[in-house]
């Protein structure tokens, strides 16, 4: 008799939408993305379901298009710091997790910003580690410019080694602070670090203790190949795009198999999908729900902007309920939209071109039909059985290890997936009902790293 497989423990996270259309902004339930009272609503809601963590993005430069901001989607963010400071605040078991670029910053001010809130959360702290793609972003910074793609990751590699090296400068049992004595540190030696490298050549002396999950649990967002590698080398869990089954089962079982040639086994990496979701009474009232959601997030000068994504031109004058344009697209090198990684995703922007004029003719779609409906879809919709008993499918089928949900209202879009579908899935057995552990690392079953680069299992 075969053993049948054990029942995989479901991850939830939650991603606060903005900088992106995503989020309806111009809904009548939506709030503000700045005022904090937005993002301790969303935080506090996302405990409330026991959800591992909150994720934040970040954007470096508000994006244009044809020279002027682009106000369609949410326009910046505050701090990604400060907000995961004030909101280690109000909450007490919720994971922290913000996006922070390797490209333009420094190893000894990120650990720092990290390792303090590490301390300020009680053990509760992560990192997106990203790099940075275009020059556009990088006239925000000193230095300027941009790295191409193998030494952004060169580089971001070498960042999160160093990084580490500055975590690791305390053992954690250095602090004695007898004050009969008068011995505050047991070691005169506690934080200094040398690191000379390709990108870094540094010394000194790292001012923050070490905290209570030793070094943050390290998140990595890259789909190329050095991404994918780099991942698998030393991040904890991957955010990844591929929230579909056929194409998550292909990611997860990619990234998976790269593992061992570094050491480590299966569940030393998570596979969690960002992943939208529509809920109704019944699953037909959830499809026509999401339908209308699209339209929101599709307004008829979103998909005008859109289309120039592809054209390279200025498509201003051509009506969004009306044919695609004859004109063809601009392979230019100088891009009519700055800042926004979609454009990257048309390389061949005339093959693009010739295939959205023949789905728009098969179907007789409008230019804001085309945008809709080959866009980015729901990932989740139904009833909230339907969509539970999905996302347990999905992840009992190996195409993640759970989900990072981006709800399209903020910040109460959350609230009903928490009241709704959590009980569902904790019915199921899949889900806690409580947490187990007080530090994200606990709450994802990683491993805790100990000042010698060893490390010890997570309390189960």
Request: no cysteine; hydrophobic share 40%.
């Amino acid at each position: 008799m075969t053993k049948s497989k054990p029942q995989k423990q479901i991850h939830l996270a939650a991603h606060f939408p903005g900088v992106n259309n995503t989020t309806v902004w111009s809904d009548p339930r939506a709030g503000s993305h700045i005022d904090f009272s937005s993002f301790a609503h969303f935080a506090k809601t996302a405990e409330r379901a026991k959800f591992d963590f909150l994720f934040l993005a970040e954007g470096l430069r508000l994006r244009e298009q044809g020279g002027h901001i682009y106000d369609l989607d949410v326009v910046g963010r505050p701090d990604t710091f400060t907000v995961l400071a004030a909101l280690a605040a109000v909450t007490d078991r919720l994971g922290l997790t913000g996006t922070i670029n390797s490209t333009f910053n420094e190893p000894y001010e990120v650990a720092r910003q990290f390792a303090s809130l590490d301390h300020l959360s009680d053990g509760r702290s992560a990192w997106n580690v990203v790099t940075s793609w275009d020059a556009f972003t990088g006239e925000n910074f000193r230095r300027g410019g941009f790295l191409p793609q193998d030494e952004r990751y060169s580089r971001a590699k070498e960042f999160l080694a160093t990084a580490n090296e500055l975590f690791d400068s305390w053992r954690g049992d250095e602090i004695i602070a007898d004050q009969a004595t008068g011995t505050f540190l047991g070691d005169a030696k506690a934080g200094a670090f040398v690191h000379e490298g390709k990108h870094f050549d540094i010394h000194g002396r790292f001012n923050v203790p070490r905290s209570p999950q030793g070094r943050p649990v390290i998140f990595q967002a890259g789909d190329s190949d050095e991404g994918r590698e780099f991942a698998a080398s030393s991040a904890d869990a991957i955010f990844s795009r591929y929230a579909a089954l056929d194409t998550g089962q292909a990611f997860y079982t990619d990234v998976k198999s790269r593992l061992a040639k570094y050491g480590r086994r299966s569940d030393q990496l998570l596979i969690l999908p960002a992943a939208s979701f529509v809920l109704g009474d019944t699953d037909a009232e959830a499809e026509e729900k999401a339908h209308e959601v699209r339209r929101q997030q599709v307004s008829g000068a979103t998909a005008i902007k859109h289309l120039e994504f592809v054209w390279n031109r200025d498509l201003s004058g051509y009506d969004p309920e009306g044919p695609l344009p004859d004109i063809d697209p601009d392979p230019g090198e100088h891009h009519i939209a700055r800042g926004r990684a979609q454009v990257r995703m048309y390389r061949d922007p005339l093959a693009v071109a010739r295939e959205w004029r023949e789905l728009a003719a098969a179907n007789n779609w409008s230019i804001r039909d085309l945008v809709i409906e080959t866009g980015n879809r729901q990932n989740f919709i139904g009833t909230p059985a339907t969509v539970a008993r999905t996302i347990n499918d999905y992840v009992q089928a190996d195409a993640s290890d759970g989900f990072i949900l981006v709800p399209y209202i903020t910040p109460g879009g959350l609230d009903e997936f928490a009241d709704q579908v959590v009980p569902l899935l904790q019915e199921q057995g899949v889900f806690r009902t409580d947490y187990e552990g007080t530090t994200l690392r606990d709450h994802l079953g990683l491993t805790h790293p100990d000042a010698s680069g060893l490390a010890h299992r997570a309390a189960s």
